[in-house]
């Protein structure tokens, strides 16, 4: 897989955000053991940590770190893995996004993957840190002021998924639960990457939560024609939990 281009389709609703692991607490699927695919992601990630240990060119350290964000945020979405080791990789990944910002803050990279891992994190924490979630709300702002078309719209995408989910202000940012805002960041994500399955299956649920079924089965449609060659889509976990998605969204 190539992990600056495949991680990110991970931005499902609890993967990102804080209030699931507030509100709903998380369900882990019994362990299997995992698979080739989990073997491979696992020992990419390890080889580009020793590489790093011999990088001298902040450029080349700041792409591997990014990298090794991705792979270990993809590592996360594995359903069979225990809560404490999804836990751990989204610590990973969090390490290497906040040293890869360090390295080049103007850059997309950095921020978008801090977003992603404070999400996890706060997610599979057994207490989650609440300022934590203020730290998330900067992160994807930053990197959404930085390149909003980064990974299929990507910082787009994960401010509505946070703001649709996240708790009410003081707890949350202020823009949570405000639906025109909602609304407007995911019609802007789906006109700059309309081809982006994510985009499609998270604003289908989001519209369903807000009884538009009607809408919602259309994007779910449009989301199942998009998945099979849909490039960001990067594991094929991932992949199976967005047609799972789409199909709980098509029987309603």
């Given at each position: 897989m190539?992990?600056?281009?495949?991680?990110?389709?991970?931005?499902?609703?609890?993967?990102?955000?804080?209030?699931?692991?507030?509100?709903?607490?998380?369900?882990t699927p019994?362990?299997?053991?995992?698979?080739?695919?989990?073997?491979?992601?696992?020992?990419?990630?390890?080889?580009l940590?020793?590489?790093?240990?011999?990088?001298q060119?902040?450029?080349?350290?700041f792409?591997?770190r990014?990298?090794?964000?991705a792979?270990?945020?993809t590592?996360v979405?594995?359903p069979s893995a225990?809560?404490?080791?999804?836990?751990?990789?989204?610590?990973?990944?969090?390490?290497?996004?906040?040293a890869?910002?360090?390295l080049?803050?103007?850059?997309?990279?950095?921020h978008?993957?801090r977003?992603?891992?404070?999400?996890r994190?706060?997610?599979?924490s057994?207490?989650?840190?609440?300022?934590?979630?203020?730290?998330?709300?900067?992160?994807?702002?930053r990197?959404?002021?930085?390149d909003?078309d980064?990974?299929?719209?990507?910082?787009l995408?994960?401010?509505?998924?946070f703001?649709?989910q996240?708790?009410?202000?003081?707890?949350?940012?202020?823009?949570?639960?405000?639906?025109?805002?909602?609304?407007?960041?995911?019609?802007?994500a789906l006109?700059?990457a309309?081809?982006c399955?994510e985009?499609?299956?998270?604003?289908?649920?989001?519209?369903?939560?807000k009884?538009?079924?009607?809408e919602a089965?259309?994007?779910?449609?449009?989301?199942?024609?998009?998945?099979?060659?849909?490039p960001l889509?990067?594991?094929?976990?991932?992949?199976?939990?967005?047609?799972?998605?789409?199909e709980?969204?098509?029987r309603l």
């Amino acid at each position: 897989m190539t992990a600056l281009a495949g991680v990110t389709s991970s931005l499902a609703r609890g993967a990102l955000l804080a209030a699931l692991a507030l509100v709903a607490g998380c369900h882990t699927p019994p362990r299997r053991p995992a698979t080739p695919e989990v073997h491979g992601i696992l020992y990419e990630a390890g080889k580009l940590e020793q590489e790093l240990r011999g990088i001298q060119e902040a450029q080349d350290a700041f792409d591997l770190r990014c990298r090794v964000a991705a792979l270990y945020l993809t590592l996360v979405e594995y359903p069979s893995a225990p809560r404490r080791e999804r836990l751990d990789n989204a610590r990973r990944a969090l390490a290497h996004a906040d040293a890869a910002i360090l390295l080049e803050p103007d850059r997309v990279e950095g921020h978008f993957y801090r977003a992603l891992g404070l999400g996890r994190v706060l997610e599979f924490s057994t207490v989650p840190d609440l300022s934590k979630i203020g730290l998330l709300d900067q992160a994807a702002r930053r990197a959404r002021d930085l390149d909003p078309d980064f990974q299929g719209a990507g910082p787009l995408r994960l401010l509505a998924v946070f703001y649709s989910q996240a708790p009410s202000w003081p707890i949350g940012p202020e823009e949570a639960g405000e639906d025109d805002v909602i609304d407007g960041l995911f019609r802007e994500a789906l006109e700059r990457a309309p081809t982006c399955a994510e985009n499609r299956v998270c604003y289908a649920e989001y519209l369903v939560e807000k009884h538009r079924v009607s809408e919602a089965a259309g994007h779910a449609r449009a989301a199942q024609e998009l998945l099979a060659t849909d490039p960001l889509v990067g594991s094929s976990f991932e992949r199976d939990d967005l047609q799972r998605r789409i199909e709980a969204i098509l029987r309603l």
